[in-house]
Antibody, heavy 120, light 108 residues
Framework: QVQLVQSGAEVKKPGASVKVSCKVS????????MHWVRQAPGKGLEWMGG????????IYAQKFQGRVTMTEDTSTDTAYMELSSLRSEDTAVYYC?????????????WGQGTLVTVSS | EIVLTQSPGTLSLSPGERATLSCRAS???????LAWYQQKPGQAPRLLIY???SRATGIPDRFSGSGSGTDFTLTISRLEPEDFAVYYC?????????FGQGTKLEIK
């Protein structure tokens, strides 16, 4: 069983960056495709990006390209999502989520979420 | 980008009734790579259905999925009190792996 434990809530000022971590247990990162999904207060789910096993690289949603970086440390089985140039609209719960490392697989495990609040 | 439109936005039903939720795609979803998730307040989403019609591990058989191409349906045959939640569809056949806007299933 995959377990994903995320870092704690963050409060950031507009223009700053935030880096959220996601520790994997039960499996190793190399056995999973890691994705990041966010949810603004009272809103729906928004896929930000994730590993595409077919291409062997991380794909970012166009909306976030240039502002988001998703990385992995396989020595500690920890994934990271860094979002820069924060604005108030980035206030949301950020989830890491995983699927099998095969092409076109659904997301089947989720972290508990990390609330990022952007406020001056 | 594939846009997913869910309907209705809110569905008001009573326990024991049948729920039918719709997800329509702006273009064909390849190989029926369509998933359904349930989300309760303060919780992460939970995978219910993948491949349009396959139940995820541990999901009760009152949940079923159907459809192909651009039209997909999630059916809950007899609503239990714990089924009242928000439901999202997601296509994962192409990037970006878009979600629908959600259907809120509320107690009538």
């Amino acid at each position: 069983q995959v377990q994903l434990v995320q870092s704690g809530a963050e409060v950031k000022k507009p223009g700053a960056s935030v880096k959220v971590s996601c520790k994997v247990s039960g499996y190793t990162l190399t056995e999973l495709s890691m994705h990041w999904v966010r949810q603004a207060p009272g809103k729906g789910l928004e896929w930000m990006g994730g590993f595409d096993p077919e291409d062997g690289e991380t794909i970012y949603a166009q909306k976030f390209q240039g502002r988001v970086t998703m990385t992995e440390d396989t020595s500690t089985d920890t994934a990271y999502m860094e979002l820069s140039s924060l604005r108030s609209e980035d206030t949301a719960v950020y989830y890491c989520a995983t699927g099998p490392v095969v092409p076109a697989a659904p997301i089947d495990y989720w972290g508990q979420g990390t609330l990022v609040t952007v406020s001056s | 980008e594939i846009v997913l439109t869910q309907s209705p936005g809110t569905l008001s039903l009573s326990p024991g009734e049948r729920a039918t939720l719709s997800c329509r795609a702006s273009q064909s979803v390849s190989s029926s790579y369509l998933a359904w998730y349930q989300q309760k307040p303060g919780q992460a989403p939970r995978l219910l259905i993948y491949g349009a019609s396959s139940r995820a591990t541990g999901i009760p058989d009152r949940f079923s999925g159907s459809g192909s191409g651009t039209d997909f349906t999630l059916t809950i045959s007899r609503l239990e009190p714990e089924d009242f939640a928000v439901y999202y569809c997601q296509q994962y056949g192409s990037s970006p792996k878009t979600f629908g806007q959600g259907t809120k299933l509320e107690i009538k």
